[in-house]
């Protein structure tokens, strides 16, 4: 079953706005990564943060997470048309052995 | 690196016919992850190798299904027998560190549809 939950499950937007997707989990995590994908294709990183970090930035990405809400924000800012995509959250379980688990995603759509 | 290597891209299959999915991994990297996307399902975690060794494999649907991970460079999910059930795309992950330590590198994808 999925760890993390998405929201919102479609968001679409002009290009030049900022786009913000959340995530939230149900229990305690080592860390929390985003990964985006085009259609058809594999997954690709974006992003990973850890338990005890609070916020993180990547060129035009900004995750914070906030583990006493188990929630987790995804900004891109300045969108433009190439980041039309999917948009996943995934968690790694605070336990030994455990590997990614991903949410449903957040279909982006970014019109020019 | 070329990356993570998957084949065949496509597949199609009869209902009963055996499906052998094969993955080679980035070289050095010794977390192997098999996951399954649907529209229903989403991305689901199906077996996770770390240093080819089976560290969880409760994500696999039924006996049908098998995997296998030989040596470092190599990784096969087999399903035998296929059913339309099974239409999915299935995508095979390496990453540098064991479990989700590390970002996860993901193939291209096969997209195997059983008619």
């Known amino acids: 079953s999925q760890q993390g939950e998405e929201d919102p499950q479609a968001l679409s937007i002009q290009e030049g706005e900022n786009a913000t997707m959340n995530c939230s989990y149900k229990?305690?995590?080592?860390?929390l990564q985003w990964y985006r994908q085009n259609s058809g294709r594999g997954l690709v990183h974006l992003i990973l943060i850890r338990s005890n970090e609070r916020e993180k930035h990547s060129g035009r990405l900004r995750v914070t997470l906030d583990t006493s809400k188990k929630s987790s924000s995804l900004l891109i800012t300045a969108s433009r048309a190439a980041d039309t995509a999917s948009y996943f959250c995934?968690?790694?379980?605070?336990?030994?052995?455990?590997?990614?688990?991903f949410g449903k995603g957040t279909t982006l759509s970014v019109s020019s | 690196d070329a990356g993570v290597i998957q084949s065949p891209r496509h597949e199609v299959t009869e209902m009963g016919q055996e499906v052998t999915l094969r993955c080679k991994p980035i070289s050095g990297h010794n977390s192997l992850f098999w996951y399954r996307q649907t529209m229903m399902r989403g991305l689901e975690l199906l077996i996770y190798f770390n240093n080819n060794v089976p560290i969880d494999d409760s994500g696999m649907p039924e006996d049908r299904f098998s995997a296998k991970m030989p040596n470092a460079s190599f990784s096969t999910l087999k399903i035998q027998p296929s059913e339309p059930r099974d239409s999915a795309v299935y995508f095979c992950?390496?990453?540098?560190?064991?479990?989700?330590?590390?970002?996860?590198?993901f193939g291209q994808g096969t997209r195997l549809t059983v008619v």
């Open positions: 992950a390496s990453s540098f560190r064991s479990g989700g330590n590390t970002e996860a590198f």
């Open positions: 229990t305690s995590i080592n860390n």
């Open positions: 995934a968690t790694v379980f605070n336990q030994a052995g455990t590997a990614l688990i």
